[in-house]
């Protein structure tokens, strides 16, 4: 189990950026690979990206390929997403999840897959 807390999130113009953080305790943080995922109001919480446990294996939904870059900081607890070229079909709250080591990179695309969620937060991206 691991504890998760987002930040960054915030209101922007199209084609600004914003940086999410998630915070992650403990000192296991290394043995999750960590995703993002998000969701927009009607919908289900759809994926955006996922980074595995040792940060060379990065993955991304179709929607945001060239815009959006997952990153981690194992010894700050710590996983990014660096938000470029922001649409307004990005708004969303955006939730950080971890999955614990050892299953396979195909799972990462999945909410079942994930043990842990944080509280999510608001981007909202204005027209």
């Known amino acids: 189990q691991v504890q998760l807390v987002e930040s960054g999130g915030g209101l922007v113009q199209a084609g600004g950026s914003l940086r999410l953080s998630c915070a992650a305790s403990g000192r296991t943080f290394t043995n999750y690979a960590m995703g993002w995922f998000r969701q927009a109001p009607g919908k289900e919480r759809a994926f955006v990206s996922a980074i595995n446990w040792r940060g060379g294996g990065t993955y991304y939904a179709d929607s945001v390929k060239g815009r959006f870059t997952i990153s981690r900081d194992n010894a700050k607890n710590t996983v990014y997403l660096q938000m470029n070229s922001l649409k307004s079909e990005d708004t969303a709250v955006y939730y950080c999840?971890?999955?614990?080591?050892?299953?396979?990179?195909?799972?990462?695309?999945?909410?079942?897959?994930?043990?842990?969620w944080g509280q999510g937060t608001q981007v909202t991206v204005s027209s």
């Open positions: 999840a971890a999955q614990a080591r050892g299953r396979n990179s195909a799972s990462y695309y999945y909410v079942r897959e994930y043990d842990d």
